[in-house]
Nanobody, 120 residues
């Protein structure tokens, strides 16, 4: 089992920045990739960014490219999502996910989520 806890969400004005953190515990040695997803009210959950634990492969949704950066601290078993130039449409609950399979697109473990609200 891998346990994930997100933090760092909050309220920010448009154009501002936030950094989300996701601390992993448990069988972290089995984690191949970590990802960030988000779900806005009334919408389906969507992919935001992902990275292999080695950092050799990262991916971003087109909507966040150039504004968001995923990074990780292997020693702390923590992955981050640096969000800059935030827009009201970035408002959502952000979820961290972990994959123990050789995949950057399929995830078995999920955190509880952290709310990000961007005001106009």
């Amino acid at each position: 089992q891998v346990h994930l806890v997100e933090s760092g969400g909050g309220l920010v004005q448009a154009g501002g920045s936030l950094r989300l953190s996701c601390a992993a515990s448990g069988r972290t040695f089995s984690v191949y990739a970590m990802g960030w997803f988000r779900q806005a009210p009334g919408k389906e959950r969507e992919f935001v960014a992902a990275s292999t634990w080695s950092g050799g492969n990262t991916r971003y949704a087109d909507s966040v490219k150039g504004r968001f950066t995923i990074s990780r601290d292997n020693a702390k078993s923590t992955v981050y999502l640096e969000m800059n130039s935030l827009k009201p449409e970035d408002t959502a609950v952000y979820y961290c996910a972990a994959s123990t399979r050789i995949s950057i697109t399929t995830y078995e473990y999920w955190g509880q989520g952290t709310q990000v609200t961007v005001s106009p």
